[in-house]
Nanobody, 114 residues
């Protein structure tokens, strides 16, 4: 059974930093393309960042230069380092694992507000 568990969300002020983690089980983690999505209230889900099995990365324009996606295959864990956070980064953040299928975590809330 596949499980993706996100953690690290929270409430913080604009300009702050936060690191999200996503720990996977039930998959051969290193072979999966891993991504972070987010969904803000009343908005469509947005692809934030992706990292391939060869560690190529892509980012949404809205987070380029502020967010960094990385993975630790030995720990079956995906990360999203977020800095210079803005109120518009407020959302539920989800990790996904994609190979033949796509698996989703349950999400973690990030709230940026003064």
């Amino acid at each position: 059974q596949v499980h993706l568990v996100e953690s690290g969300g929270g409430f913080l002020q604009p300009g702050g930093s936060l690191r999200l983690s996503c720990t996977a089980s039930g998959i051969f983690f290193s072979s999966y393309v891993m991504s972070w999505y987010r969904q803000a209230p009343g908005k469509q889900r947005e692809l934030v960042a992706t990292i391939t099995s060869t560690e190529d990365t892509t980012y949404a324009d809205s987070v380029k230069g502020r967010f960094t996606i990385s993975r630790d295959n030995a720990k079956n864990t995906l990360y999203l380092q977020m800095s210079s956070l803005k109120p518009e980064d407020t959302a539920v953040y989800y990790c996904t694992a994609k190979n033949l299928f796509v698996y989703w975590g349950q999400g973690t809330q990030v709230t940026v507000s003064s």
